[in-house]
């Protein structure tokens, strides 16, 4: 079971970069989908999991199931708190947004 790591401040994204780049940037504000949750991913979202291995972006809104930018590894995931399992969904977060709101994501 990994480890939730609580912030006061949302964590810096440097060691996930050039992935993380777009949260720092044109997405630092975080994005809404009104048609599936308020909020897509908003900064107050940020969080590590895993002693830092994993940046926390998102929430899917069901069972806990949180989207993620994994240290050392290409890609958005999805990880699944209930089992414990990692799923990559995309491969940057734009890729990942369009996905989204195609409806192309199961969660």
């Known amino acids: 079971m990994s ?10 994204l440097t060691a996930f970069l050039p992935l993380a780049a777009p949260l720092q940037d044109s997405h630092k ?14 900064p107050v979202d940020r969080h590590l999991l895993d ?17 993620a930018l994994r240290k050392g590894q290409p890609g958005v995931w999805m990880y ?7 799923t990559e969904i995309a491969a940057d977060i734009l890729e990942f947004e369009t996905l989204w709101l195609a409806s192309q994501i199961n969660v």
């Open 3 to 12: 480890l939730f790591v609580p912030q006061a401040d949302p964590p810096d």
């Open 29 to 42: 504000d975080g994005r809404i989908d009104a048609s599936h949750t308020p909020y897509l991913y908003q």
């Open 51 to 67: 002693a830092g291995a994993a940046l926390m972006i998102g929430s899917a809104g069901a069972d806990g199931t949180e989207f």
């Open 80 to 86: 699944r708190p209930n089992d414990d399992a990692w």
